[in-house]
């Protein structure tokens, strides 16, 4: 009964490879949700999504590409992946575009070599 | 420019006493604001938020007001459990008519001591 999963926990890869995070909500969510934290901690929105539209896009590399098959899935594909891409990546998920409260996944752990 | 500030990267804290974990911010547009605990290897759980049209929000041990004139919010946690011990982050939010955008704080290790 898991609200937010990702898959995978861990994902180890090399530089120049293209990899996908995959993220479900099964809370009926209509707004999803991309974060990147940093070596230094930092939390930042990369992504939103609601009922499978864009609306937020910030200022990350089109290397990064969103996917939303329907509103219970934001994937994530990382083409060309690059050391600095290496961060714990979390999904998140929120009822309504400004809702308050939103809900985190255990969050994915890319390490690109 | 970090627009969400927890200038304490870690407090300890005697079990049974107050916890208490400071937020600053810079940006006069955030109109909520929110904590959030985490567990090492987990995500960020939503702990209790606030609106600016108030000062004070109480949800059993866990309190936190909000000093708008400052731009300053505090988290308190009374009394402190071992349990307790995580990162709490500080987020804000406001409408910038792109949706729901939360900006996080760098967060505070809380360590609550026997």
């Known amino acids: 009964d898991t609200a937010v999963s990702q898959t995978p926990k861990y994902l180890v890869t090399q530089m120049g490879n293209d990899k996908s995070i995959k993220c479900e909500q099964n809370?009926?969510?209509?707004?999803m949700y991309w974060y990147k934290q940093d070596s230094k901690k930092f939390l930042k929105i990369m992504f939103s999504?609601?009922?499978?539209?864009?609306?937020i896009n910030e200022t990350v590399p089109n290397r990064f590409s969103p996917k939303s098959p329907d509103k219970a899935h934001l994937n994530l594909h990382i083409n060309s992946l690059e050391l600095g891409d290496s961060a714990v990546y979390f999904c998140a998920s929120s009822q309504a575009p400004r809702g308050n409260e939103q809900f985190f996944g255990p969050g994915t752990r890319l390490t690109v070599l | 420019d970090q627009q969400v500030k927890q200038n304490s990267p870690s407090l300890s804290v005697q079990e049974g006493r107050i916890s208490i974990l400071n937020c600053d911010y810079t940006?006069?547009?955030?109109?909520?604001f929110l904590w959030y605990k985490k567990y090492p290897a987990e995500g960020p759980t939503f702990l209790i938020s606030i609106s600016s049209i108030k000062d004070k929000n109480e949800d059993g041990r866990f309190t936190v007001f909000l000093n708008k004139s400052a731009k300053h919010l505090s988290l308190h946690i009374v009394p402190s459990q071992p349990g307790d011990s995580a990162v709490y982050f500080c987020a804000a939010g406001g409408d910038f008519g792109t949706a729901s955008k939360l900006t996080f704080g760098t967060g505070t290790r809380l360590q609550v001591t026997l």
């Open positions: 940006n006069s547009m955030f109109d909520y």
């Open positions: 809370l009926g969510h209509d707004t």
């Open positions: 999504y609601n009922n499978k539209e864009l609306i």
